[in-house]
Nanobody
Framework: QVQLVESGGGLVQAGGSLRLSCAASGRTFSAYAMGWFRQAPGKDREFVAAITWNGINTYYADSVKGRFIISRDNAKNTVYLQMNSLKPEDTAVYYC???????????????WGQGTQVTVSS
């Protein structure tokens, strides 16, 4: 059993930055990749970014390339999402999840955090 806890969300103006954190506890394995997804009201859960636990590869949705950076700190068992140049359309609840392989498909993920709200004002 793995528990994930997201933090760092909040309210920012367009063009601002936020850094989200996802801390893992319980049984964790290097074989698990981590991903960030977001979900706005009335919309499906949307892929944002993913990273292999060994950090060799990262993946981004086209909508966030060049603005967001996913990273990890294995010593802290934590994954981060640095969000820059935020836009109102980035407003959503952001979730981190764990998967056996890096994937952009929510159904491939085995466990999820509770989510953290990000609101970007125009």
């Amino acid at each position: 059993q793995v528990q994930l806890v997201e933090s760092g969300g909040g309210l920012v103006q367009a063009g601002g930055s936020l850094r989200l954190s996802c801390a893992a506890s319980g049984r964790t394995f290097s074989a698990y990749a981590m991903g960030w997804f977001r979900q706005a009201p009335g919309k499906d859960r949307e892929f944002v970014a993913a990273i292999t636990w060994n950090g060799i590869n990262t993946y981004y949705a086209d909508s966030v390339k060049g603005r967001f950076i996913i990273s990890r700190d294995n010593a802290k068992n934590t994954v981060y999402l640095q969000m820059n140049s935020l836009k109102p359309e980035d407003t959503a609840v952001y979730y981190c999840g764990g998967s056996s392989l890096a994937s952009s498909r929510p159904r491939e993920y085995d466990f999820w955090g509770q989510g953290t709200q990000v609101t970007v004002s125009s």
